[in-house]
């Protein structure tokens, strides 16, 4: 199948416009908002849909910017944060293969996404997606249902900063990042790590020197190995399991 290519959003980006087969063998299909169509009703959607690729550190789109587009995520690793008013940043959340970006109450958006690596997204023209949602309830259910899972998380981090410790906070974060692994098929663990430490010092309300210092405490003690390829091995999984509850 011959693509054509062509500048998408902001610049950097590459995207083409893909036909159905691809949809059906999509390997994070059964996690993402496509998982409610049937292979024939995926013919509409893959009629509006453009496959973008990106390099690490694109701005897929910032806060403000008028919300006109939605994203699903097929590879790569995004963040998505917020500018407070003192200059600094809060990553709001790191999103995987099979998770949807973009969704608006208003007209702009309220956050900004950066690809941590490279990434392959699908895009979405709002107006057009909102018609087939109609068209297709169960579709609808289905964006619904993730959005309350992220509804859930965003909970989930509100509670990780307020009461927790660093190293309490670190082992969460792990634990979170190999069961989101697991749920999606992947090796557990090690669990794969590409955020910098930067990254995930700007998610758990923590300072990159903060971040880095525990790392090196659970390695000391040897509940955790740092392995080549940003990979961390979860070496005692009942010591992490118990610092991420506060025992």
Do not use: W
Request: glycine share 6%; proline share 4%.
């Amino acid at each position: 199948m011959a693509l054509a290519e062509h500048a998408c959003t902001r610049e950097g980006a590459v995207a083409a416009r893909i036909d159905v087969a691809p949809c059906n063998a999509c390997p994070v299909r059964s996690m993402s908002v496509c998982s409610a169509l049937e292979a024939d009703e995926l013919k509409r959607l893959a009629d509006i849909l453009v496959s973008v690729k990106v390099d690490a550190g694109h701005t897929l789109f910032a806060e403000g910017d008028g919300a006109d587009t939605l994203f699903n995520v097929t590879a790569g690793t995004m963040k998505l944060y917020k500018l407070l008013p003192d200059g600094r940043r809060q990553i709001t959340g790191f999103l995987l293969p099979g998770d949807f970006l973009g969704l608006s109450i208003n007209d702009t958006y309220a956050y900004s996404a950066e690809s941590v690596t490279p990434a392959t997204l699908c895009r979405f023209p709002r107006r057009r997606l909102e018609g087939l949602l109609e068209d297709y309830p169960k579709m609808q259910r289905r964006l619904f249902a993730m959005a309350s899972s992220e509804l859930a998380a965003a909970q989930d981090q509100m509670l990780l900063l307020g009461r927790k410790n660093a190293k309490e906070r670190i082992a969460s974060f792990l634990l979170m990042l190999s069961e989101r692994a697991k749920r999606r098929g992947y090796a557990e663990n090690p669990v794969h790590v590409p955020m910098s430490r930067s990254d995930i010092a700007d998610y758990l309300g923590l300072t990159t020197e903060t971040v880095s210092r525990t790392f090196t405490q659970l390695k000391t003690s040897r509940a955790i190995s740092l392995l080549e390829g940003g990979k961390v091995r979860l070496n005692d999984m009942e010591t992490l399991q118990e610092l991420a509850e506060g025992a």
